[in-house]
């Protein structure tokens, strides 16, 4: 590709250099999208994967550490006072 001086061209050349730029580049990302829809519908055909739903979805382990800490979250809280729980470090 030859290389432009843009210091020596006229505002009107940067304009028309810039329509042309523009222009250029729009049909070629027309083109690829084009390119990617016929990709994307040739490759439907084989059928959609399932979508893995919240349900599917492994359970994660729980760490003793933080069972402990659901497990308190999760006891009604009384009215007399209780012994705080030391965490280990």
Avoid at 23 to 47: F, H, I, N, P
Avoid at 51 to 62: D, L, R, T
Avoid at 76 to 89: F, G, T
Wanted: charged residues 35%.
């Amino acid at each position: 590709m030859a290389k432009i001086d843009l210091d020596s061209m006229s505002i009107e050349e940067l304009v028309a250099l810039r329509e042309n730029a523009t222009a250029k580049l729009a049909e070629k990302v027309a083109t690829r999208q084009a390119e990617l829809q016929t990709e994307l519908e040739r490759l439907s055909e084989y059928g959609k994967p399932a979508k893995k739903s919240a349900s599917a979805a492994p359970a994660a382990k729980v760490k003793k550490s933080d069972a402990k800490k659901s497990d308190v979250a999760s006891q009604p809280q009384s009215d007399a006072p209780s012994e705080p729980i030391a965490e280990a470090a």
